[in-house]
């Protein structure tokens, strides 16, 4: 079983390189779908749901490849299958993401039921309600959805949640539609603003990405073209986290702190010194950290993609801090891992009550999720002794040689087999 093994206690300093954004990019690739061309895609992270979102992409008949560290090339002229394959779509949630251009496209999707990351309920029944706002005939069966429409339509769409994913995939497949599309009370991620940007760049008509109202006004066909993706800013909030809780000096080229106020916001009021220019941000502290108080929702709150490793930095705050999780009911999972550590956490329905203490101990861990490996990796650079953590395929998943970004900033860190 592979294992990362970090022996706590080293101070980060440096500078380190956030990738490009994970959660852009494999809607972006989705999207790519829906030209009859090539889309060139610079700033790609070499991470392990861009690597299935390719392998779903080359099943499909789509040419998806990386020509060089960063870049991704995508040919969708000859997509020979309308089926996404179970295998690959039962480990990525934004799998799903193929249905509604395929659909838009072709007039017919076969998409199982997606996998991922288990931190809770997420159903696909924002996208669902609207891909049949749009005119798809749709039934699920045997764990699959299939879509039929012969041409989308525009319509007007309200969503119940804020849903980032959501919002991406029905953004997506009304680029095609006929008419009109508003979609209202959707999401203003950042990730949105890049996806509605490398549309509009292969041709669609996107009007208000960013804000809470999304105006889609159909085109006949998008063309091919190049696209940057956008830093990812979990990434940066990960390494702004494990500099804080090892009282380090980091700067973290490429964030964008524009897409990052609200982390910002909690690092300072915790004591935390945190300054940024166009192309960087840095982070700097001295002091054990204050308790602060967080609640997750959709952007621009806070981000429940990085709850877990503040939870993990507020472990060792001067004081009792809260975090209550609006968004996903189960991410509290790894909790109890943390609390192995020595950390003093309770967690009551969606609130985690988190009472800081002087000091956390090294020991066997497992990451449940995504950011919850990075939480009990941020907690182990900040511990007396020896963690070995298990569970490395999660990590994998959205954070690109993070092993070796942390070991160039400093840490004792390292990865086994």
């Not at 499909?60 to 394959?85: K, M, W």
């Not at 931190?119 to 039929?148: K, Q, S």
């Not at 020896?386 to 990590?395: D, F, Q």
Request: hydrophobic share 40%; proline share 4%; aromatic share 4%.
């Amino acid at each position: 079983m592979d294992k990362i093994r970090v022996r706590g206690g080293t101070r980060l300093t440096g500078t380190v390189e956030i990738s490009g954004s994970k959660n852009a990019a494999l809607a972006i690739m989705a999207g790519a779908l829906l030209v009859d061309g090539k889309v060139t895609l610079h700033n790609v992270p070499r991470i392990g749901d861009i690597h299935t979102m390719m392998e779903l992409l080359n099943d499909l008949g789509v040419s998806a490849q990386f020509v060089d560290r960063t870049s991704v090339i995508i040919d969708a002229s000859n997509v020979l299958y309308l089926e996404a394959p179970y295998e690959v779509v039962r480990r990525m949630r934004a799998s799903f993401n193929v249905m509604g251009p395929l659909l838009a496209r072709f007039g017919f999707a076969r998409v199982p039921v997606p996998g991922g990351c288990d931190i809770g309920a997420r159903p696909v029944n924002f996208h669902i309600d609207g891909l049949r706002r749009l005119g798809a005939n749709l039934h699920t069966e045997h764990g699959v959805y299939t879509a039929e429409a012969r041409k989308l339509t525009g319509t007007s769409i309200y969503m119940d949640f804020q849903s980032a994913g959501a919002t991406q995939h029905l953004m997506t497949a009304a680029c095609l539609a006929n008419g009109v599309t508003v979609i209202e009370n959707c999401a203003a991620e950042p990730e949105v603003v890049d996806l509605a940007e490398f549309l509009n760049s292969l041709g669609a008509h996107i009007e208000g990405a960013g804000t809470t109202t999304i105006k889609v006004t159909g085109v006949e066909r998008l063309t091919g073209g190049e696209h940057t993706i956008i830093p990812d800013r979990q990434e940066a909030g990960t390494f702004a986290v494990a500099g804080a809780i090892t009282r380090g000096d980091i700067v973290m080229r490429g964030a964008v702190v524009e897409h990052m106020r609200p982390v910002v916001n909690k690092l300072e009021e915790a004591g935390i010194e945190v300054s940024a220019d166009s192309r960087s941000m840095k982070v700097r502290a001295t002091d054990r950290p204050r308790a602060v108080d967080i609640k997750t929702n959709p952007h621009p709150a806070f981000p429940t993609d990085l709850q877990q490793p503040f939870a993990a930095l507020l472990s060792v705050a001067d004081g009792t801090s809260v975090i209550t999780e609006n968004v996903y009911e189960s991410r509290f999972r790894y909790v109890n891992e943390l609390n192995r550590m020595g950390a003093n956490i309770r967690v009551s329905a969606r609130n985690a009550v988190i009472t800081g203490v002087d000091r956390l101990t090294g020991c066997p861990v497992a990451a449940t999720d995504l950011r919850a490996g990075a939480a009990l990796i941020c907690a182990a650079l900040a511990a007396e002794g020896e963690t070995e953590m298990v569970g490395v395929e999660h990590i994998e998943r959205g954070y690109e040689d993070l092993v070796r970004k942390l070991r160039g900033l400093g840490a004792a860190i390292e990865r086994c087999e």
